[in-house]
């Protein structure tokens, strides 16, 4: 059954680093999304992506993010100066009909 | 202020039991309404989604809501022990494409 991949699993950064989480969605979904959850709290969106350009964007998706569908199949999520308050864990989401979302396994982001 | 509530629980049932998990949401401008499951330290997992008042059935899952109350909730019927997780429940506006979630409820089902 086809699923959403996501590396790395975990990811250990310093305070002010650029990192760059990576997805791989089902091959024929066109809708995809990064959702974050801190530890103990609730999902969270950040962004929608489709037809190559962001759908919508929160609160949360300040100018320190930006995301890219750099080639077919992969769909990334850049943070470019972390902050200790960016901990959490990142999902990617994929849809063939913006509606039915599957979620990959997510990255876990420690921040120090 | 587009919230989306549950009770934390946790919330407790004997195997074979009904399980009934609640969720109110603020924004009248809600349209699409969604059930996921959270295993501890996994990805959620989507059980159902609702448009339009009333039940909707999926196996041991029913949802129900009521627009008027801004309502929704999720009965699992004939527990099981792997039911056992934290349900979520998520809303999307009638514009846009954000998805707003829950706390979620754990739920105990106790063999």
């Known amino acids: 059954e086809p699923e959403v991949t996501q590396t790395p699993s975990h990811q250990v950064t310093q305070m002010g680093q650029e990192v760059i989480l990576r997805c791989v969605p089902i091959s024929n979904h066109l809708y995809f999304y990064w959702y974050r959850q801190i530890l103990g709290q609730k999902v969270e969106f950040l962004v929608s992506?489709?037809?190559?350009?962001?759908?919508?964007k929160s609160e949360i998706f300040d100018d320190q993010f930006s995301v890219e569908r750099p080639d077919g199949s992969n769909f990334t999520l850049k943070i470019r100066s972390t902050k200790l308050e960016d901990s959490a864990m990142y999902f990617c989401a994929s849809s063939d009909d913006w509606a039915t979302q599957y979620f990959g396994p997510g990255t876990r982001l420690l921040v120090l | 202020q587009k919230e989306v509530e549950q009770n934390s629980g946790p919330l407790s049932v004997p195997e074979g039991a009904i399980a009934s998990l609640n969720c109110t949401y603020s924004?009248?401008?809600?349209?699409?309404f969604f059930w996921y499951r959270q295993y501890s330290g996994k990805s959620p997992e989507l059980i159902m989604s609702i448009y339009s008042n009333g039940d909707k059935e999926d196996g041991r899952f029913t949802a129900q809501l009521n627009k008027a109350s801004q309502y929704v909730s999720l009965l699992i019927r004939d527990s099981q022990p792997s039911d056992s997780a934290t349900y979520l429940c998520a809303v999307k506006l009638n514009t846009g494409n954000q998805f707003y979630f829950g706390t979620g409820t754990s739920l105990t089902v106790i063999p």
């Open positions: 992506f489709y037809n190559n350009e962001i759908s919508e």
């Open positions: 924004d009248r401008g809600s349209q699409s």
